[in-house]
């Protein structure tokens, strides 16, 4: 059981560029999440989805986008990258928003933007 | 705004000895808590969690103990050991809209000398 698989682990962008972070889940997960983590910081959510077709701003959207096509998949879209984006970036799942709340987490996308 | 914070941003204990990392809160209205552990390089992982209306839960090794009345959290860790050192992130549920949402303190960071 593979859990929450992001791709890829570590990535260089210069200022202007576009990329794609992945993120896929096995579980059958109906939630979704997209986390930023800065140095010393607390994660940020970014972007959720609850489900295949829905999905809603965090608490620092700006510059992202998102999509949720499948139940699996939960991509992450950069369009114009800047040096504020450069973060770890950490996908995670759920079964469900109500009561018990335990996230599944993937191992991190390192984004460094110069 | 609500936030949640951790008391001490590094924790120095020795292998054996018990450890204790705690968390202020301060969303009265937040019903669950998590604790978190994160490896360097890798993903938060799930440890144990405590609902609102619990005073103490315990796990393997692990405890963790919530006062309502002054909004704290805590995180026991019994006969440390050196797999232990990682950062431990304390998060407060709270529901938004369809989806409940976490946030995360800044994490302390758990160092187990020999």
């Known amino acids: 059981n593979a859990g929450v698989t992001q791709t890829p682990k570590f990535r260089i962008l210069k200022i202007g560029q576009s990329m794609t972070l992945q993120c896929t889940q096995d579980?059958?997960?109906?939630?979704m999440y997209w986390y930023r983590q800065d140095p010393g910081m607390g994660l940020k959510l970014i972007y959720y989805?609850?489900?295949?077709?829905?999905?809603d701003k965090g608490e620092v959207p700006n510059g992202y986008n998102v999509s949720r096509s499948t139940t699996e998949d939960f991509p992450l879209r950069l369009e114009l990258a800047a040096p504020s984006q450069t973060s770890v970036y950490f996908c995670?799942?759920?079964?469900?928003?109500?009561?018990?709340?335990?996230?599944?987490f993937g191992s991190g996308t390192q984004l460094s933007v110069l | 705004g609500e936030n949640v914070g951790l008391h001490l941003p590094t924790l120095s204990v020795q292998e054996g000895d018990n450890s204790i990392i705690n968390c202020a809160y301060s969303n009265s209205a937040s019903d669950y808590f998590i604790w978190y552990k994160q490896e360097s390089g890798k993903g938060p992982q799930f440890i144990i969690d405590i609902r609102s209306n619990m005073d103490k839960r315990q796990g393997q090794r692990v405890t963790v103990l919530l006062n309502k009345t002054v909004k704290h959290l805590s995180l026991q860790i019994a006969a440390t050991q050196p797999g232990d050192s990682a950062v431990y992130f304390c998060a407060e549920n709270s529901h938004t809209g369809t989806a409940s949402k976490l946030t995360f303190g800044t994490g302390t960071r758990l160092q187990v000398t020999l």
């Open positions: 995670a799942s759920s079964y469900s928003s109500q009561g018990k709340e335990k996230l599944f």
């Open positions: 579980m059958n997960h109906n939630y």
């Open positions: 989805s609850v489900g295949a077709g829905i999905t």
